[in-house]
């Protein structure tokens, strides 16, 4: 159990039927009334975002997060298969639980796999990763002086804004936290 006061940035606690961290917190005293600890704490299941106000003795469990690394195996259709690189161990995730890593990874690369109570809730694919472009536009020689952008499908199928002088079978770097191209490789 964790106390409100002992609140610091990064501590995860089990809260209204949820797993949340403490983004950021400020222990208040005001010169009337008892002191109270105020927190912006997320939902690390939804990435739901509130404050909230505390009292400093209230008591919470606190959450225990594991982090496996495990590979990405292949898709069936419906669910995606996950392979811990320790055990050999396969596990199934459904597309809500990997939608937004998807386009990034590849079949055996390996990604973060967040687990609490032994369910799997989060899936984080490399913050760069590269990528060879199979269908864009051809390019025209000359023009990379601009800094006019087209659209460009990945081998993942994931579409991104790139420079006009790169072309099909080039292999490009993508920033996952936003999507965008980085550099060509």
């Keep these: 159990m964790i106390t409100a006061g002992d609140f610091r940035k990064g501590v ?9 961290i403490i ?17 912006k704490i997320k939902n690390i299941m939804t990435g739901a975002v509130v404050e909230r106000s505390f009292n400093p003795t209230d008591k919470m469990p606190r959450a225990h997060i594991e982090t496996k690394e495990m590979q990405y ?4 259709g419906e669910l995606y298969h996950f392979m811990d690189t320790e055990t050999f161990e396969q596990m199934p995730l459904n597309k809500d639980e990997v939608e937004d890593v998807i386009p990034f990874i590849k079949e055996n690369e ?5 687990f609490f109570k032994g369910k799997a809730f989060s899936v984080e694919a490399p913050n760069f990763v590269e990528m060879e472009i199979v269908n864009t536009e051809p390019g025209f020689k000359g023009d990379t002086a601009s800094n006019t952008t087209k659209p460009a499908t990945t081998e993942t199928g994931y579409t991104v804004s790139v420079p006009l002088f790169v072309n099909i079978g080039d292999h490009i ?7 965008e191209y980085m550099e060509r490789v």
Excluded: M
């Excluded at 950021?24 to 002191?35: L, M, R």
């Design 73 to 76: 195996l292949y898709s069936d």
């Design 12 to 20: 995860t606690v089990e809260w209204d039927n949820g797993v949340w």
């Design 23 to 39: 983004v950021d917190f400020q222990h208040v005293k005001p010169g009337k009334g008892a002191a109270f600890v105020r927190t």
């Design 173 to 179: 770097r993508i920033d996952t936290r936003t999507g």
């Design 110 to 114: 390996n990604v973060s796999v967040r």
